[in-house]
């Protein structure tokens, strides 16, 4: 029975929620991203390169010829429980040395996780807060759940807790349901900074005073160049903090294997969500982390990743020391994957785009990371993945581009600064700025944001 | 911070669709239904020792060593398209030739699959139509995007087109929002009937004339015993019918590779549906199943799957045949892995429950299947798993708790039969029963239900 094909004869019946996705404009570029004369500073792709691949490969082979019939068949809802045993052990790494395997839910990557959280707590219309910037896949998840987000400022130091305490209090005024706080402590995504012990302290007695739930997305904890791993706001605080983990960064993203620590009650409900979404992760993948935490020297390759991480550091910070134009500023992760930049003279990182991409270089805009339409002079900066002379290779052109930017705009004179540490050439000042709003979905070229 | 700790002090904080979330109380029987001495007729596993486990195993092993850094990263969030690729000559044969590979998302499952539609279509509120009894992780998706679940009645041809047509007219009476219909065409689950090819014409025909959105679950469609595949919903049109597919069952579950065929601008909308809840597909598991089909003789272990089902099938029903008791009814199933059996004199299957797993049998009660708590006199019967022996010492400890109830109820008269075949001892009558009505979530011993 064909019919005159209107574009889409099924548009006036999505849900509310679909109406606010968008294809992101950033997506559009991936394909000229992905071309190999670009050198990209726009994904968030782990150095999977690094891994013994011949021995992860006959591991998960083993395991297969070895226990098939487990490793292919349905399993638990809630996942394996040999795995969510290493998993406790793997927390304890950052001091959350009381929780239970009972407490775990493993997911579908540690998105799967905040997924069922968002899901198990918001109601369209609540508030959640996050901080501005943050991770772009979180506000597509607070975005399909119709929550708004309202947007916490950072600094050198993380999340500022007189801007959450501030926040908390502007929602109480107005009304607002907050369901959680939203947080990324360690090396940030986008923001590359990690939020310190003082204020870790901090925000947990906040939480403690406001009643406050907070989700704390951990992926890069284990990822630090200097230092060991940070105390998690979730051993301070088991009630009170859920918590989210993940192996993509510190072992393999394509295997799809995060989780959540939760209390036994919220634990309970998120088992009940995450069957109706997927009825259980993958077994397979499930048992080749088991087994690679089992039999591999797993601890050696983090040190190994964050070797490798911390050369592409150096060199980006390198290079953006020698060669980006006054007025630019960045902060200086001392782990994980990103470094957040702010063009100078109000220059906008999405106009600029196109023409980076023609000078070959590829970024991702600030925009992305905003639930409001902020971040246009800002961009992110990943250095995970491409090689230390590809680096180089790459903030030379984004400075040609940047200067060429300048030059076009050398008309205007604005000065501005941001609240980040202003490493640049100039002389920096310092000035909170405070971003809040509501949802926006832009998303940067690929999932891997 | 410690606190006086209450039973769950976010209870008042969670969203409106996780309140109706229950833990079922048969998952409460799940240790027990597990213990070896029990015969489970409860769960739905595949047979998957009958796969070559070593091949799949090597195959596997050689795929990470060979291509890691592919198998191990970040994929799109549309699913790997060598993938999709087969995936549409998988489709081909149920008659759907004109999928493009650009129309399918591959999912986590078909369940994640079936979320992804049901978040992009259904606010709070509106209708689903399903068959009555309905496959119970649907029910569960359904329920959590707090959509209402109105039965259509099905006879031993599949949902019945007049009840279709009835539905949709009182629902367009009282105002409600039909989203769509959901079916499950073949070897259906748990009723255990295959739509009849008229009556496939219209359903369609149907669809058409009332705009109806129908979406078309199909994970058993290859597993036929006595005859080709029958053609798809899809094959008949391709606008109004979202396909789902799985590999759960013709290959295995634990890799949870499944995928949605859909026009694109609803592609569009699940994509990036996905992308906010999982990212991606896991990689490993996509490129496992592409391989697979790629080189091992895949057509020949589906029909190796269903003569083994065939098999317990036929030990299925050369029981019930030989000791059901008088008044006992159910569904000749030829294809899939359920038998839909109607106990007599009005016993409720669920009250029963007990007793079978004392009497060391399992099954899943039928009030899991319907949203509105019908289906006390029913149970789900599952072939797919124990070995004919296993299955004939079922059926009779089955025959011999059920002919116990009888006795103790004999004080009861009722005679009572339904809308399925009855092929029981005592002469049937046919009569249509009509099950509508809301959600609730009681569900099945375990997620593989
Ligand atoms: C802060 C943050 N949270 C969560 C994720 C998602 O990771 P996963 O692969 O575990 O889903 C990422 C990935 O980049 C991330 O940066
Ligand atoms: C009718 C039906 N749909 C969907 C599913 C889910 O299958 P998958 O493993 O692909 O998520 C099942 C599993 O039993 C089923 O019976």
Known sequence: MPRHPRLDPLADRYAARTHGMKTSEIRALFSVVSRPEV????????????????????????????????????????????????????MALEGITDASPSEVVVTVGSQQGLDLVTRVFCDPGDVVLAE????????????????????????????????????????????????FLYTVPNYHNPGGVTLSEPRRQAIVDI???????????????????????????????????????????????GLRV?????????????VLATEAQVLCPPSLTQYAVARYLDTQPWREQIKLFTELYRERRD?????????????????RPDGGFY????????????LMQPRAVNAHVAYVPGIGFYADG???????????????????????????VIEAEL?????????????????????PTHTAETLVGPANSDRSEDPRA
């Open 258 to 270: 995060g989780w959540v620590l939760a209390p036994l009650a919220v634990r309970e409900k998120l």
């Open 374 to 400: 902020s971040g246009r002079e800002h961009m992110r900066l990943s250095y995970c993945y491409p090689e230390p002379d590809q680096i180089r290779e790459g903030v030379r052109r984004l400075a040609r």
């Open 39 to 90: 050198v990209s500073l726009a994904g968030g792709m782990p150095a999977v390169t690094a891994l013994p691949l011949d021995a992860v490969g006959s591991m998960i082979g083993e395991l297969v010829s070895g226990m098939g019939a487990q490793t292919l068949q349905y399993g638990s809802g809630q996942g394996d429980p040999r795995l969510r045993e290493r998993i406790c052990d793997v």
């Open 207 to 253: 939480a403690d005073r406001y009643d406050l739930l907070v989700i704390e997305d951990n992926p890069y904890g284990l990822l630090g160049f200097d230092r060991e791993p940070m105390r998690a706001l979730r051993a301070r605080d088991a009630q009170r903090v859920v918590y989210l983990g993940s192996f993509s960064k510190t072992f393999s993203p």
């Open 315 to 331: 060199a980006t910070l390198e290079s953006l020391d020698a060669l980006m134009p006054p007025g630019t500023t960045w902060t």
């Open 132 to 179: 501005g910037p943050s991770y772009v896949g979180a506000l597509g998840v607070f975005q399909a759940a119709e929550a708004r987000v309202r947007h916490v400022p950072m600094d050198d130091d993380g999340l500022i807790p007189e801007a959450l305490e501030q926040a908390l209090l502007e929602c109480r005024a107005n009304g607002d349901r907050v369901k």
């Open 407 to 427: 030059d076009l705009h050398s008309t205007f004179d604005a000065v501005d600064t941001g609240s980040f540490r202003a490493v640049g050439r100039p002389v």
């Open 339 to 350: 470094v957040w930049l702010k063009l100078p003279n109000g220059l906008d990182s999405k």
